[in-house]
Structure formats: C-alpha cells, structure tokens
C-alpha cells in the first residue's frame, strides 16, 4: 500500500528555518508530481509548492524566494526547505502525490491521489 510520511515540522521563531521531508513508500513515486499544502486552523489548505515528474517547480507568490521544493527520486522523497519563516507561514503541512502527471501541474487537493498525515509547523513571532 502506498504510503508517504512527512517529518520535520516544529517550532520556530520568526526569521528562522526547517526542512520538511516526505518519505513514499509502497510503490515508486518518480513518475509522480508531488506537491507541499498547508492547511491553518480554520481554513481551507492549499498548494505552496509543487515539483512536476521532471523536476519543474512552482510556488505560490507568498513563498517565492523563500521555500524551495526538490525530490530524490533514489530515496523516493520530496523536500521543502522552508527560510526566513513568517508568522503566516503556522500550519499543518501535508505532502501529496499525483499519479496523473501527464496532465500537467495541479493546483488543488482534489486532483492528488496520496496524502500524508502531516507535519505542524509554528511559527513565533
């Protein structure tokens, strides 16, 4: 059964950095797009950054110059290294795949097949 578990969250002050990390397991994830979603107390989540099969990347507008995703498909993970962390950044991180990679980039839950459990990220002003 295929499986991704991320790791990595935690508390941090404003200005400071984490790297979270998100292990597949079950099956080869390499041919997948993958993607970063947060999800604050009271909101709907949404897509920070995604990496296409290919190793294309996209940011939200909010992040940009800040995160940066990557993958090792040798270990069948993804990354998010998160710097100069805001306030606004504070919520559960979720890692996602997506098997219909041919299809393009997606922006939206909905359109990702596997989901991990998440990993919570605060951060202190």
């Known amino acids: 059964q295929a499986q991704l578990v991320e790791s990595g969250g935690g508390l941090v002050q404003a200005g400071g950095s984490l790297r979270l990390s998100c292990v597949a397991s079950?099956?080869?994830?390499?041919?997948?797009?993958m993607g970063w979603f947060r999800q604050a107390p009271g909101e709907a989540g949404y897509l920070v950054a995604a990496i296409t099969s290919s190793s294309s990347t996209y940011y939200i507008d909010s992040v940009k110059g800040r995160f940066t995703i990557s993958r090792d498909n040798a270990k069948n993970s993804v990354y998010l290294q998160m710097d100069s962390l805001k306030p606004e950044d504070t919520a559960v991180y979720y890692c996602a795949a997506d098997r219909r990679a041919w299809m393009g980039l997606k922006l939206i839950p909905a359109e990702y097949d596997y989901w991990g459990q998440g990993t919570q990220v605060t951060v202190a002003s």
């Open positions: 079950g099956r080869t994830f390499n041919d997948y797009n």
